[in-house]
């Protein structure tokens, strides 16, 4: 009797275990690994000039970009998309800003049509975003600055560049893990557990904790304006994301839209013209 009351207390103390273990590393590589998405349009089906450029990072990649000049500007806009899309993605609700800047879009690693297969959501992602600063600047261009959305918006301010002049953020986190922990929200008790397990795995698998990717650290230090945008119904990342950014720097300026969800803010009728009006008082 008691071998089998053993045998019952060692599975129920085991086999959550082994679930929570298998369940981190399903996760862990669903979002390391993204699956590919490859947008079928060029800018040049929207009749706007523009050039495939390929960036160098330092760690060895080439990512396929986008170069739209404006030869009545000597100002440019880098514009980075989100987790897990591509430059075509971000493309149709910024091309408005092809009418007064230069543009640059580029795919992140392991995204889109560039090279890599590992994802870290932001850490490493920040040589993509200095390729393509150094591709500016070898262009001539010392007015740039960038626009960025979820994941690419984060990047931007993890990179803590000072050739950027002024930064528009629509949806960014403020720290890594509330990110992930937002994913599991339904999990219950093993929530805890997997973002624990799935912290360790990038620690020994990717040389990244999730706790130390936080935009929150540099954004208070960055003198420069800088524009939050954010759904207050987002169920990917919690408005008080945006709130955690805007308190660490009380100068930014914050748009909160009060309906939709991650990536829904383009619907609002102040989208636009706040983003123009930003870089045009600011670039």
Request: net charge positive; glycine share 6%.
């Amino acid at each position: 009797m008691k071998k089998i009351i053993t045998a019952v207390i060692a599975r129920i103390i085991i086999y959550p275990i082994l679930v929570a273990i298998l369940l981190s590393l399903f996760f862990f590589c669903l979002y390391v690994f993204p699956k590919k998405t490859i947008s079928l349009f060029t800018p040049g089906q929207w009749h706007i000039q523009y050039q495939d450029i390929i960036l160098e990072t330092k760690d060895g990649l080439k990512l396929s970009g986008w170069f739209i000049p404006n030869k009545n500007s000597r100002k440019a806009i880098i514009v980075c998309h989100g987790y897990p899309m591509d430059k075509g993605d971000i493309f149709g609700v910024t091309e408005f800003l092809a009418k007064g800047y230069n543009l640059l879009y580029f795919d992140f690693r392991a995204m889109g049509k560039s090279e890599g297969y590992v994802s870290t959501s932001g850490w490493r992602e920040r040589e993509d975003f200095r390729a393509a600063i150094r591709f500016l600047k070898n262009k001539g261009f010392s007015d740039i600055g960038a626009f960025g959305f979820s994941m690419g918006a984060a990047v931007i301010f993890l990179a803590d560049s000072p050739d950027i002049k002024c930064i528009v953020s629509d949806s960014s986190y403020a720290r890594l893990r509330t990110a992930v922990q937002a994913i599991f929200t339904n999990f219950g008790a093993l929530r805890a557990p997997l973002i624990e397990l799935i912290r360790l795995w990038s620690l020994i698998f990717l040389q990244v904790d999730i706790n130390s990717v936080a935009p929150i650290n540099f954004i208070a230090g960055r003198n420069i304006p800088i524009f939050l945008i954010h759904c207050q119904t987002d169920t990917h990342i919690p408005v008080s994301e945006a709130l955690e950014l805007r308190n660490a720097d009380p100068r930014s300026d914050l748009l909160l839209i009060p309906k939709g969800d991650h990536g829904e803010s383009v619907y609002s009728n102040e989208y636009e013209p706040r983003i123009l009006k930003f870089f045009q008082a600011n670039l």
